[in-house]
């Protein structure tokens, strides 16, 4: 079922009761849209998910934000990410992939700590999406692959236990 803002704007599957996470979602997927960015979500979240608005809003938001500045660095018709959120085995798994330049470099913190900076204006995201999942006892894993034909790929995958949430298959 589609329901919301989200629904309308790509090729996407989506129950966004979360009605910040549709305002978010309707904000910046069209943006990516408009930069070529060929966006497909699948995302699937109800009322009794673990985490807040504020905090699914601080992962969806940076993990777009991610995944849309690595492809504005590709030529338009190499420009993808997908999106995808659902309860898996009592656990929320949302997961992020985007094409990629290149192998990521140091962070903006650490590049900025490197050169005797204390603070930076980018370089936070990744940070900020670690420690809502540890504060929920999850975890957060990136990697950056490449796969023959398809160019390198930078995956970012959160999981956060939901003890309340039926099994979802």
Do not use: Y
């Not at 023959?148 to 930078?154: H, N, R």
């Amino acid at each position: 079922m589609v329901r919301g803002f989200i629904g309308a704007v790509a090729a996407v599957s989506c129950v966004l009761p979360h009605k910040a996470v549709d305002a978010l979602c309707a904000t910046i997927i069209p943006a990516l849209r408009r930069d070529g960015v060929a966006c497909d979500l699948d995302i699937d979240l109800d009322d009794d998910c673990p985490l807040s608005s504020a905090e699914l809003c601080a992962l969806f938001a940076n993990l777009l934000d991610n995944a849309g500045t690595a492809c504005l660095a590709l030529p338009r018709d190499r420009r993808w990410m997908t999106l995808r959120a659902h309860v898996v085995l009592g656990c929320l798994v949302i997961e992020a992939s985007n094409a990629a330049a290149s192998p990521p470099r140091r962070s903006f913190r650490e590049d900025a700590a490197a050169h005797g900076c204390r603070f930076g204006s980018h370089g936070w995201g990744l940070s900020i999406i670690r420690g809502i999942a540890e504060r929920h006892g999850g975890t957060f894993d990136v990697s950056h692959v490449v796969l023959s034909g398809d160019g390198p790929k930078f995956i970012a995958r959160v999981v956060v236990p939901c003890p309340a949430q039926s099994v979802m298959t």
